[in-house]
């Protein structure tokens, strides 16, 4: 089984989008993948911001073009991505620590249930090197 | 297979797909193939132009058969033999 790292740095509509299909693409070829929510990843699965996170990162100027074209394209709810591809693949997402820290809790009961386990930047490094592919967002 | 050979199959599962986007067909391929016995045929009705690519990739990297693709008017269908 090969082993793609997924680092989400930001809290951005468009990169969790992109983030859950290249999931996605990978839970389809049975890959194992390992979610690290690093600082805006963190800030956007916490509870209570996860389930309407819909602010854009990086192209603020066609913020209504991309939520309409997502309505339009029929596609989903950023975080509906990585609820189906824990329900169908070998998943785990870990929240960085110091992440959670910082947005005011590293207890993983702050965070929404698809969070596995909280780790440190070690974890992260050691999967990264380990994996046949890591992408950062 | 040709076209006229890929009609006069008969699919053992058809996954309607359309009007999602990628990579919702994908991902209904890869539940339902399981679905379908081994040697058995699944196909696959989807409207997201980028599965036509897709499939074959991932029927090759999953040990599956890939078999054609019919395109019909606004979607495709995308024909797969489980073999393993």
Not at chain 1, 42 to 58: H, I, L, S
Request: aromatic residues 8%.
């Amino acid at each position: 089984m090969s082993k793609m790292v997924l680092a989400l740095v930001s809290s951005g509509m468009e990169k969790l989008t992109a983030g859950g299909i290249m999931l996605s693409g990978a839970v389809a070829q049975d890959m194992e993948v390992k979610i690290f929510l690093l600082l805006g990843g963190a800030y956007a699965f916490r509870k209570g911001t996860a389930e309407n996170m819909k602010e854009v990162g990086d192209f603020q100027q066609a913020k209504d073009q991309f939520l309409a074209g997502l309505q339009k394209a029929n596609v989903p709810y950023w975080l509906d991505f990585y609820k189906k591809a824990k329900g169908m693949g070998k998943v785990t997402i870990y929240l960085c620590g110091t992440a959670g820290k910082i947005w005011g809790s590293d207890k993983l009961e702050d965070y929404v249930d698809i969070v596995d386990t909280v780790c440190g930047i070690g974890e992260y490094i050691s999967s990264a090197e380990e994996a046949d592919l890591s992408i950062t967002l | 297979m040709t076209e006229e050979e890929l009609k006069e199959l008969h699919a053992d599962k058809v996954v309607d797909a359309r009007g999602t986007s990628c990579p919702g067909p994908l991902l209904a391929a890869k539940r339902s193939i399981t679905e379908v016995s081994i040697g058995g045929i699944m196909e696959l009705l989807s409207s997201d132009t980028g599965t036509k690519r897709d499939i074959p990739r991932w029927a090759e990297k999953m040990g599956h058969g890939f078999l054609g693709v019919i395109d019909e008017a606004g979607y495709s269908r995308i024909f797969v033999k489980r073999t393993k």
